[in-house]
């Protein structure tokens, strides 16, 4: 059945270090793929998403490629903020929504 | 665009009582609206999907009598804790799926719910 996987956290960076968090899906079909963010105490907000191979999302410096060949789509950015800091989930959209275990960011000043 | 609310944001209540929390497609109309359940530091984990007009379909291992999905409307979903005791205590997130299609396979969330039994 569809899958996702991403690597465990918890994760901490330096301020204006670069992030990559792994995301790699086992599916039927042809996927959309997402990323989104989780803030304390919240909801899930839409990070960037990918609808076919090849296709990158950005968003807020975040980006991530769906790459159809190694079933990945990595979140990554350049240069991260203390404002980062939250827990980031990778998710796709087959027979259903099916999200990674997440990923939490702390970023130190 | 795309705004899915949930009310209340959090309740806390007594053993034995039961809970209503709705979730509620702003801007659009909801053809389908999940729930989700996430328990601390966890990933979400769909408890139901609920379809406008007909019977909700709960993934196995939820309990249809003990929470109860009602999507009365385009815009309406409602789930209903019932008999809720201290282990119900949860996260509970919705997400509409808009009926256009124009995203048809995007999930929009809710800002989520703090139930609190005590």
């Known amino acids: 059945g569809d899958s996702v996987t991403q690597m465990e956290g918890p994760v901490t960076l330096s301020e204006e270090a670069c992030l990559t968090i792994?995301?790699?899906?086992?599916?039927?079909?042809?996927?959309?793929l997402f990323w989104y963010v989780q803030y304390p105490g919240e909801g899930l907000q839409l990070l960037l998403k990918?609808?076919?191979?090849?296709d990158k999302g950005s968003n807020k410096g975040f980006e991530a490629t769906y790459r159809k060949e190694t079933t990945s789509f990595h979140l990554e950015k350049g240069s991260v903020q203390v404002s980062d800091s939250a827990v980031y989930f990778c998710?796709?959209?087959?027979?259903?929504?099916?999200f990674g275990s997440g990923t939490k960011l702390n970023v130190k000043p | 665009g795309a705004v899915v609310s949930q009310h209340p944001s959090w309740v806390i209540c007594k053993s034995g009582t039961s809970v209503k929390i709705e979730c509620r497609s702003l801007?659009?109309?909801?053809?389908?609206m999940f729930w989700y359940r996430q328990f601390p530091k966890q990933s979400l984990m769909l408890m139901a999907t609920?379809?406008?007009?007909?019977?909700?379909?709960?993934e196995q291992g939820v309990e249809k009598d003990k929470f109860l999905i009602n999507h009365a409307s385009l815009t309406l979903s409602t789930l209903t804790v019932t008999s809720a005791h201290p282990e119900d205590s949860s996260f509970y997130i919705c997400?509409?799926?808009?009926?256009?299609?124009?995203?048809?396979?995007?999930?929009?969330f809710g800002p989520g719910t703090r139930l609190t039994v005590l």
């Open positions: 997400s509409a799926r808009d009926r256009t299609g124009g995203s048809y396979n995007e999930q929009f």
């Open positions: 792994n995301c790699t899906y086992t599916a039927t079909g042809y996927p959309s």
């Open positions: 990918a609808t076919k191979a090849d």
């Open positions: 998710a796709l959209s087959g027979h259903k929504f099916y």
């Open positions: 801007d659009f109309q909801a053809t389908t």
């Open positions: 609920s379809n406008e007009g007909s019977k909700a379909t709960y």
